[in-house]
Structure formats: C-alpha cells, structure tokens
C-alpha cells in the first residue's frame, strides 16, 4: 500500500478505463445538488461536490431491496452482488459505511448489505466545498475514518492516491499512475487537513458530555415538546441519514396469487407507524404514540445509545438532516446545543 500520482491530464482516461471495466457509482450533479448515482462517463464525475442528497449507503443498502422471490414450488434469494467502485465518498461518509458494515455484522451477518459492501472498492476523495449545514470538524472527533480502499486528493495539476487495500492498489492498473513524491504526499496531507475548523456550524462539547447530558435529560417532557414543536413525522430527517438502518419488510404477490416477491424498504423511526403493532387479539398499540417520543429517540439513538458499539456519536455531522427537514428543526447542532445549556 502507498502513495500514487495522476497528472490531471490523465484522470478522465483513469475514470473512463474504470467505467469501462466495472459499475462506477460517484457524486454526480442534479440541477444544483448532488447525488451518486452509476456514471456513464467521466465527464458526469463531480469530485466538487458539497454534500449528496441521500448518503452512499444506498449503494448496499438500497430504498427498496427484493430479498426473496417466491413462487409455488420454491423461494429463491436475490443476492447478486456487482463488481462496482464507489468513487468520491467525503471522510465523514465513511465513517457512516464504516457504521453501518458494523451495525449490518452485529448480530447475524445481513449478506444482502454485506454481499454487495464487499464487491465495491470504496475510493474517498477531499472536501472541495463544504455544505453550509456540515458540521464533520466538530462531532466525533474520536470515531476515525475507516473500511475505504483508497483516498484520492485532488490538488494542482493532478491528484495523490493513497491506496489502503489490495482492492485500492488494483485501481492503478486503470490509470498512468506513478509513484507519488515526498513534496506530493505533504501537499495532499495539507490539503485534507486545511478543511478541518472550515464548517460554519459547530458542536462545542465532547460525545461524552453529549452522550450523558442528552441521556439526563430523558424525562424533561418540556424540553422535547419544545423542540420537537414543529415536527410533522414526514422521517427525512431518517431517510436522508447515513447511519439509520432501520427497514420494514413487505410481500408483495403477483396476480396469479402464487408466486411474489419480499422485499425491504428503509424505515423512519420519526414516522408515527414506526412503533405501531398489532398484538395478539387484535389490540393496537404504538410505543412511541407522540412525535416528540420519536424525536428524543432518534436524538437518543444519534448521541447516545449506540456510542459504546461504534467508538462514538452515530452522527458524522453530514448536515443532511438539517437541510431536509421542511420546518428547521431537525439539525443536531440546534437540538444538542439546546439540551447542553439547560441549567447551565
Ligand atoms: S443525524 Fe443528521 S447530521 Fe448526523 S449523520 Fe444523520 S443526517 Fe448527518
Ligand atoms: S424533524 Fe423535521 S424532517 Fe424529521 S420528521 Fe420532524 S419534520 Fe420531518
């Protein structure tokens, strides 16, 4: 593993002979935001991006996954992973698939995310331009970015790839790589570190102070009706996170009534059918009955509750919910730093 150069000239040829070869999934530009989708060529690449809609985990863990077919005779699974790269994923991104890989492992091995993380190379790339609700440089300062194969670092006249894996070395065979110099490998250091301090919001306490004083505050009922007031459980403040990874399974069966399909789909816990069941008898119940319950719990989840597993917060700072959420309430910074100043 080590360091490589590509002189700018190159890096469409690179980004073309990998198209050429596999599925390539990057950042790429819809009126003015962005979004990964599969690139047909290199000119479609946006390595500027400032942040993406939805995060790249729904390059494994896609909105709506068939997870079985059935038919009258005999069910068969759907796992068909393709050989792709995913290439241009910002550092607080692979910190969520670094999460979610856990959180997918944890229990029982999920191979329907697992089968196609492994068949995809995870290229990250520097922050070019940072979103104005990020907040990456001032939350989970201790959860490192890790799991990509390789780091691309654009700076002038050509970029540094830094290659983790034997999957992130392959990639040289697609472009005119040589070795990268001393003075190449500093100048990429600097330009990654030269972001960090550059988001306009900011997180001023450390995830533990976070994690205990959001726990202590569980029962102040007037707190969370006060700042979940304006919430209407739409749930993109969920769908657009990189680390929720909740979903709901429904069968769907074909006109013949005897062959169908199972299938996945993301789940928001903000919504109010999250927590609704039906019990034996035929009794409803919902657990979570008023939205400020599903707003604690997404900010219990986010801050708290899964810290110990993932080494900190289950929050990169990406800044998707905040610029989603219709009635301005959803961002982390707003809500945490409003938790941390009371009685303060
Ligand atoms: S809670 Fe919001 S800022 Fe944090 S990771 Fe999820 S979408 Fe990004
Ligand atoms: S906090 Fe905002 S985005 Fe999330 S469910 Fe409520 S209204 Fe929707």
Redesign the pocket.
């Known amino acids: 593993m080590g360091y490589l150069y590509l002189e700018e000239k190159d890096f469409a040829a690179f980004v073309d002979a990998l198209i050429a070869a596999k599925r390539v999934v990057g950042p790429t530009a819809k009126r003015n935001k962005f979004v990964y989708e599969q690139l047909a060529s290199a000119d479609e690449l946006r390595l500027d991006f400032d942040v993406t809609i939805l995060p790249p985990k729904k390059v494994f863990f896609p909105p709506a996954q068939d997870i079985v077919r059935f038919g009258e005779q005999a069910i068969e699974g759907c796992i068909a992973p393709v050989d792709t790269v995913l290439l241009g994923v910002h550092f607080y991104d692979v910190k ?1 698939i670094d999460m979610t890989d856990y959180l997918f492992r944890e229990r029982k091995e999920d191979w329907n995310y697992l089968a196609q993380r492994e068949a995809t190379t995870v290229v990250a790339s520097n922050i070019q331009a940072i979103s104005p609700r990020a907040f990456w440089d001032s939350v989970g300062a201790e959860v490192k970015p890790k799991g990509h194969d390789a780091f691309l670092t654009k700076l002038a006249g050509g970029c540094v790839l830094e290659t983790l894996t034997p999957k992130g070395e392959a990639l040289a065979a697609f472009g005119a790589f040589r070795d990268a110099t001393a003075d190449e490998i500093n100048a990429a250091q600097q330009t990654n570190d030269s972001v960090m301090g550059q988001c306009s919001e900011k997180l001023g306490y450390t995830s533990e102070a976070i994690a205990a004083k959001v726990r202590d505050s569980f029962d102040n009922e007037e707190l969370w009706d006060e700042l979940a007031m304006d919430c209407f459980s739409c749930g993109s ?1 969920n769908t ?5 990874y909740c979903f709901d399974v429904k069968d769907a069966w074909n006109l013949n009534q005897v062959s169908g399909s199972r299938t996945r789909y993301w789940d928001a816990c903000l919504t109010r059918e999250f927590a609704a069941v039906t019990m034996a008898g035929g009794d409803k119940e919902n657990f979570r009955e008023r939205h400020q319950s599903r707003f604690r719990h997404r900010f219990m989840r ?1 801050t708290a509750y899964l810290n110990e597993k993932l080494g900190g917060p289950a ?8 610029q989603a959420c219709t009635v301005n309430i ?1 961002d ?1 910074v707003r809500v945490i730093t409003a938790i941390m100043e009371v009685g303060s």
């Open positions: 969520g403040c657009v996170c990189p680390t929720c986010k929050c990169t700072g990406c800044g998707r919910c905040s959803a982390p």
